[in-house]
C-alpha cells in the first residue's frame, strides 16, 4: 500500500505550533468554535480532508458562532485597510465608478438594517456589477432563507483562504 505524501503547504500548516496554527485559521474565518475544530483534527493528511472538515465544522456553527465569523468581515466596496487577503478577495469593487459605490453603501447599510450583519458573499472573481446584484436579490430573503446563504458563502470564502494557507508555497 502506498501513501500519498502530505502536501508541502499542508504539511507546514500540520506542523505550526498551536498558537500560530490558531492564529492562522481565525485569520481565514473568525469563528473560534469552527477554528477550534479544524486544531483539533491536526494534522490533516490532505487538503480535501482538511475542506472536507471546514464545511462539516461550518455547518454546526449556531448563530452565535455565525455572528463571529460575520463580524470579521468588512462590507463590500469597503476592504479592512492594509489587508492583502481582503483587498484582494474585493478586487471586482477597486474599479467601480463613485455611482456604484455610492449605491452599494447605500444597499450594504439597508441589509444590515434588515439582517443584523455585513452583507456576506463570495466576492472573488465577481464584478461590482455582480455584487450589487446579488445584494439586491438578496435583501427580499427572509431571515431564515438568508441565513443558508450567508452559510453557503461563508464556506466558499473559507474553502479559498484554506486552500491559499495550504498551497506549497503558502506562508501562514
Not at 455547518?59 to 469597503?78: F, S, V, Y
Not at 441565513?147 to 466558499?156: F, M, N, P
Request: proline content about 9%; charged content about 30%; overall charge negative.
Amino acid at each position: 500500500m502506498t501513501t500519498t505524501p502530505t502536501p508541502p503547504g499542508l504539511a507546514r500548516y500540520n506542523a505550526l505550533p498551536e498558537p500560530a496554527a490558531r492564529a492562522a485559521l481565525l485569520g481565514i474565518c473568525a469563528s473560534t468554535r469552527w477554528a477550534g475544530r479544524l486544531l483539533a483534527a491536526r494534522p490533516h493528511t490532505t487538503a480535501e480532508d482538511l475542506y472536507a472538515l471546514s464545511d462539516a465544522a461550518l455547518a454546526e456553527l449556531d448563530t452565535t458562532d455565525l455572528e463571529e465569523a460575520l463580524a470579521a468581515h468588512p462590507p463590500i466596496g469597503r476592504p479592512r485597510p492594509g489587508d492583502p487577503d481582503s483587498a484582494r478577495e474585493q478586487r471586482g469593487m477597486a474599479g467601480a465608478p463613485p455611482e456604484l459605490r455610492a449605491e452599494m453603501l447605500e444597499l450594504n447599510l439597508a441589509y444590515q438594517e434588515k439582517f443584523g450583519h455585513v452583507f456576506l458573499i463570495c466576492a472573488t472573481g465577481r464584478s461590482g456589477e455582480q455584487m450589487r446584484d446579488a445584494l439586491r436579490e438578496r435583501i427580499g430573503n427572509t431571515p431564515e432563507r438568508e441565513r443558508e446563504i450567508v452559510r453557503a458563502e461563508l464556506g466558499r470564502i473559507n474553502r479559498i483562504r484554506l486552500a491559499r494557507l495550504v498551497q506549497e508555497d503558502a506562508r501562514p
